[in-house]
T-cell receptor, first 111, second 116 residues
Framework: GEDVEQSLFLSVREGDSSVINCTYTDSSSTYLYWYKQEPGAGLQLLTY?????DMKQDQRLTVLLNKKDKHLSLRIADTQTGDSAIYFC???????????FGTGTRLQVFP | DTGVSQDPRHKITKRGQNVTFRCDPISEHNRLYWYRQTLGQGPEFLTYFQNEAQLEKSRLLSDRFSAERPKGSFSTLEIQRTEQGDSAMYLC??????????????FGPGTRLLVL
């Protein structure tokens, strides 16, 4: 079935690393995504990973995928106050284009 | 082209009225999606177009909802006889033809609907 789960909140100090976790249930996932949403705004694509990859790095962002455990994580290095937002993981399944989103993790960065 | 645009950004209506939202995708993106996001939740898929053809509809899309993309460019989403439960953010996204390196969905700013 289609189910994507995330923890609701994460609070980190400015300059520390943040790790946001996501689990999914459908093994037919093809791509997995991380989106960022600031208050009252739409979704900004941060990064994505193909399901046959283990890791992807893009500047301060590192995505790790454990396909066996159906676990996806997003690490933000040197977290800044501008990173405060809601982060959604999402997946697309084989033979469909629709995105299935998690409930989102609210990241709060304090000085 | 600066991205996906949506109009209006906000809409307040009374229960029972009809509303229509518009989405303009990124130029040359042939695929267009509608999602609905309620408070505290992630977006939920409503429907999807490839060019002018509506290829998939969610069971969330009741018969009061209709979406069109008549010329394969902009799309409209109409809600008839609105109910308070329709209050949500309606998000539109577009993506390029499959097979390219950026085969991902880019979202607009959304239309926030409040039904009184």
């Amino acid at each position: 079935g289609e189910d994507v789960e995330q923890s609701l909140f994460l609070s980190v100090r400015e300059g520390d690393s943040s790790v946001i976790n996501c689990t999914y249930t459908d093994s037919s996932s093809t791509y997995l995504y991380w989106y960022k949403q600031e208050p009252g705004a739409g979704l900004q694509l941060l990064t994505y990973i193909f399901s046959n990859m283990d890791m992807k790095q893009d500047q301060r962002l590192t995505v790790l995928l454990n396909k066996k455990d159906k676990h996806l994580s997003l690490r933000i290095a040197d977290t800044q106050t501008g990173d405060s937002a809601i982060y959604f993981c999402a997946e697309t399944l084989y033979n469909t284009d629709k995105l299935i989103f998690g409930t989102g993790t609210r990241l709060q960065v304090f000085p | 082209d600066t991205g996906v645009s949506q109009d209006p950004r906000h809409k307040i209506t009374k229960r029972g009225q009809n509303v229509t939202f518009r989405c303009d995708p990124i130029s040359e993106h042939n695929r267009l999606y509608w999602y609905r996001q309620t408070l505290g939740q992630g977006p939920e898929f409503l429907t999807y177009f490839q060019n002018e053809a509506q290829l998939e509809k969610s069971r969330l899309l009741s018969d009061r909802f209709s979406a069109e993309r008549p010329k394969g460019s902009f799309s409209t989403l109409e809600i008839q006889r609105t109910e308070q439960g329709d209050s949500a953010m309606y998000l539109c996204a577009s993506s390029p033809p499959p097979g390219g390196p950026q085969e991902t969905q880019y979202f607009g700013p959304g239309t926030r609907l409040l039904v009184l």
